[in-house]
């Protein structure tokens, strides 16, 4: 049998000016900025396992109580040189190697026209991923570390294990990465194949060195977006704050052109039918919809106050 790949959501960021933020901060100090921005990925998984782990929550959907799906997956990160990686699997368990093994494309392709379960077979909503990657984005800029990188998605194989990372989409996003000439991160066309909420894309397209890329979906990551969400500081001043450089005038001068452009769009995609996951992704619109619902008690159990009493209600 031929080896069976993985699908994976990838961003490829890469360092701005990386040579002269080196040459400041020495080897410490961009070590430690590095691990700062890796932290990220790991505080969402600790958060992550810290609510919902003692529930016995796997990767997969499920019910919150106000009628919309929580996706829980998990998020991955790795660093090396002046470049780093961020990536989650595309496809729940169900759909991915080895659990797919002895099941053929067309059969699931099938499972996914199941209107009860068969989102288990279609790819995992991208909006945790999204999220982390505007915010380590956000944060670079707060740390004086600005990335600039792109995202796909595709067949890839990516061990931290065994620091082995393959595949197109790395391919694709280092290619779509260095045309660039902003802060930011660009939609390569292969991960537009998939459902993206319009909350995460801005068109723009001048924030290139020179030709718009034929890879080039039209949309960068709305990370001004997040900013305004997030933080209660400038973003502009934080730009200008950093513009020091004269080689990289032109960068600043396109995010500021992107961060305008946001602002243009901020009152958009924001309502109930526009974020929850029930109401932009077809594959959990069915109202015969089976997800796992857990509902939490804030009622201490005797002999541990700081603990709450769970129920497993089973599929709604």
């Keep these: 049998m031929p080896n069976q790949f993985n699908r994976f959501l990838v961003c ?14 020495g080897l410490g100090g961009m070590l430690e900025k590095y691990l700062e921005l890796i932290h990220i990925v790991d505080q969402r998984n600790e958060a992550t396992d810290r609510w919902f782990g003692s529930l016995n929550f796997t990767e997969g959907a499920y019910w919150t109580s106000e009628g919309n ?117 660009s939609f390569a066309s292969p991960f537009m194949t998939q459902v993206v909420p319009k909350r995460y894309q801005l068109s723009f397209s001048d924030h290139f060195k020179k030709d718009v890329p034929s890879l080039f979906s039209g949309s960068i990551l709305d990370w001004p977006r997040h900013w305004r969400k997030t933080r209660t500081h400038g973003l502009l001043d934080a730009l200008r704050d950093m513009n020091v450089d004269p080689k990289f005038d032109d960068y600043y001068k396109k995010t500021e052109a992107i961060a305008l452009a946001s602002q243009e769009v901020m009152q958009l995609y ?47």
């Design 270 to 316: 924001e309502t109930p039918e526009e974020t929850y996951i029930t109401k932009v992704y077809p594959q959990y619109a069915s109202p015969l919809l089976e997800l796992p619902l857990r509902l939490v008690r804030s009622e201490p159990i005797q002999g541990n106050t700081e603990e709450l009493n769970t129920q497993n209600q089973g599929d709604r």
């Design 12 to 25: 490829f960021l890469d360092v701005l000016g990386f040579e002269f933020r080196f040459n400041k901060l």
């Design 69 to 185: 799906a929580f996706i829980s997956a998990r998020l991955y990160g790795a660093y090396g040189s002046d470049s780093i990686l961020l990536f989650a699997h595309a496809d729940f368990p169900e759909n991915r190697y080895p659990e797919a093994l002895n099941s053929s494309v067309e059969e699931r392709q099938k499972w996914g026209e199941d209107p009860a379960q068969g989102w288990r077979y279609h790819t995992v909503p991208c909006d945790a991923f999204l999220d982390l990657c505007n915010e380590v984005i956000c944060h670079s800029i707060e740390i004086g570390l600005p990335l600039r990188g792109a995202l796909s998605i595709g067949e890839a194989v990516l061990h931290l294990d065994e620091r082995v990372f393959l595949g197109q989409p790395l391919i694709d996003t280092a290619r779509l990465e260095h045309a660039q000439q902003c802060i930011g991160a």
